[in-house]
């Protein structure tokens, strides 16, 4: 079992950027496919992006080319770089473990976009 921790949510103005971590433990982390969700209020949790054990990653159309998905499996932590912020990626974003379809989540951290 993997337990994340999310830290680096804020407010930040449009065009603005962030950096989201995900801290894990308690497991091998390089084994897990790991992945950012997001929720807004009133909307489902949508995947943001993804990274597979071997480095391969994923993006939604609405993040592609504004946002990065990376890892460091020395430090077992996963990182999202948001660039060039929108209002509408306001959400509460969530990191994601999988590993033989088993999903583990953080708590989230809220990401605000406005001026």
């Known amino acids: 079992q993997v337990q994340l921790v999310e830290s680096g949510g804020g407010l930040v103005q449009p065009g603005g950027s962030l950096r989201l971590s995900c801290a894990a433990s308690?497991?091998?982390?390089?084994?897990?496919?790991m992945n950012w969700y997001r929720q807004a209020p009133g909307k489902r949790r949508e995947l943001v992006a993804g990274?597979?054990?071997?480095?391969?990653?994923n993006y939604s159309d609405s993040v592609k080319g504004r946002f990065t998905i990376s890892r460091d499996n020395t430090k077992n932590t996963l990182y999202l770089q948001m660039n060039s912020l929108k209002p509408e990626d306001t959400a509460v974003y969530y990191c994601?473990?999988?590993?033989?379809?088993?999903?583990?989540w953080g708590q989230g951290t809220q990401v605000t976009v406005s001026s």
């Open positions: 994601n473990a999988n590993y033989l379809n088993v999903g583990y």
């Open positions: 308690g497991s091998i982390f390089s084994i897990y496919g």
């Open positions: 990274i597979s054990s071997g480095g391969s990653t």
